[in-house]
């Protein structure tokens, strides 16, 4: 991925996979990714004891199974997509540009991912975190991590980092080509929009306000000034773009389409509705064939394949329904690719007016 003369680095930011699905691993990933303040916040005492004494000595081994079951020849889909999307990006990129790959939690780390930029003169670094929308635990997690690398470094280059991408048309225009052709042959009733979930705090936390978030359940319906900077206004806002996209021969509308939340760990309040709740719901309204979205990630991994594609998957099933599609995330298609190019250029010629 490198070039001979690299004027501009870009690191492309993703949240992290274990290097192997061996319990060993996941527990060095899983210990990693729980510790990090930004993910679980109580008092360091309690935080210790939830950790140690309830979450390492057992989830690994559930967790371990679950990579087990997505795992593929060439490893971690996240990290596979990450590779072959940051080899893309460079190609479109050329001369000029110097792109690396580096995960929040794992391996390649961000230390070691910026080490190698910082081994080339730049002129500057753009950042490119693969969230589209915000969260503290994501976004804002590495890019602090970022920041705190750079701290150590004597001469940093000017840092400049591409904003949320929640509904830029090169994220909605990718995610459509991708969608279209299989929504076409599936035929689904039902489109289910599945973002990750998150403990309600993280949300509260960024109204500036402390009066609008979660008031009530239209406080996502449009984006304004009060939410910009919300995780859930921004899945409702990447849900409304899609559908506005999409061109299907169903007349995709607010009841043939829903929108979820998944992932939910632990007992402090998350984001509703959740998936597992509502596939019930549809399975009761005669609802036989289900395509779901996972727009939260650009890779798939363990929350779309294994989550989404098995275990929904299998309870869709034991519902009734017939069939539940999987809507494969942008990954590193060339639409995606060209897309992320795109972006970059836009976020390093804006740096330079």
């Known amino acids: 991925?490198?070039?001979?003369?690299?004027?501009?680095?870009?690191?492309?930011?993703?949240?992290?996979t274990?290097?192997?699905?061996?319990?060993?691993?996941?527990?060095?990933?899983?210990?990693?990714?729980?510790?990090?303040?930004?993910?679980?916040?109580?008092?360091?005492?309690?935080?210790?004891?939830?950790?140690?004494?309830?979450?390492?000595?057992?989830r690994p081994h559930k967790s371990a199974a679950a990579y087990r079951a997505i795992w593929t020849e060439a490893?971690?889909?996240?990290?596979?997509?990450?590779?072959?999307?940051?080899?893309?990006?460079?190609?479109?990129?050329?001369?000029?540009?110097?792109?690396?790959?580096?995960?929040?939690?794992?391996?390649?780390?961000?230390?070691e991912s910026l080490s190698t930029l910082m081994a080339s003169d730049l002129a500057k670094i753009v950042v490119v975190p693969l969230f589209p929308q915000y969260a503290i635990a994501s976004t804002g997690s590495a890019l602090a991590e970022v920041a705190r690398v750079l701290e150590s470094a004597e001469r940093p280059p000017p840092l400049h980092t591409l904003g949320d991408f929640f509904e830029h048309p090169?994220?909605?225009?990718?995610?459509?080509?991708?969608?279209?052709?299989?929504?076409?042959?599936?035929?689904?009733?039902?489109?289910?929009?599945?973002?990750?979930?998150?403990?309600?705090?993280?949300?509260?936390?960024?109204d500036p306000s402390g009066r609008r978030c979660l008031v009530d359940a239209d406080c996502c319906a449009a984006s304004s000034a009060e939410n910009r900077s919300c995780y859930r206004a921004h899945c409702f806002a990447t849900t409304r773009a899609l559908v506005a996209a999409l061109e299907v021969d169903m007349d995709l509308n607010e009841h043939n389409t829903s929108l979820v939340f998944q992932s939910r760990m632990g007992r402090t309040p998350w984001l509703d509705p959740d998936l597992v709740n509502v596939l019930p719901e549809l399975a009761e309204r005669g609802i036989k064939r289900l395509a779901v979205f996972c727009p939260a990630f650009v890779a798939d991994c363990l929350e779309t394949v294994e989550e989404i594609g098995i275990r929904a998957r299998a309870q869709w099933s034991e519902l009734g329904g017939d069939a539940l599609c999987l809507i494969p995330c942008v990954n590193a298609g060339p639409g995606w690719a060209d897309g992320v190019a795109a972006m970059v250029r836009e976020t390093a010629a804006s740096a330079d007016s």
């Open 170 to 206: 090169s994220f909605i225009n990718a995610y459509t080509e991708v969608a279209e052709p299989i929504l076409k042959d599936f035929a689904p009733d039902h489109v289910v929009f599945s973002f990750h979930g998150l403990p309600e705090w993280q949300i509260r936390e960024l």
């Open 1 to 16: 991925m490198a070039n001979e003369v690299a004027q501009i680095g870009v690191l492309l930011l993703n949240l992290g």
């Open 18 to 58: 274990p290097d192997s699905p061996a319990v060993g691993d996941v527990r060095r990933f899983l210990r990693q990714f729980l510790s990090d303040r930004r993910v679980i916040r109580l008092p360091q005492p309690l935080h210790w004891l939830l950790l140690n004494l309830l979450i390492l000595p057992f």
């Open 75 to 111: 490893g971690s889909p996240l990290l596979h997509f990450g590779r072959g999307l940051a080899e893309s990006v460079a190609e479109r990129l050329g001369l000029g540009f110097r792109v690396e790959l580096a995960m929040r939690y794992g391996s390649p780390s961000i230390a």
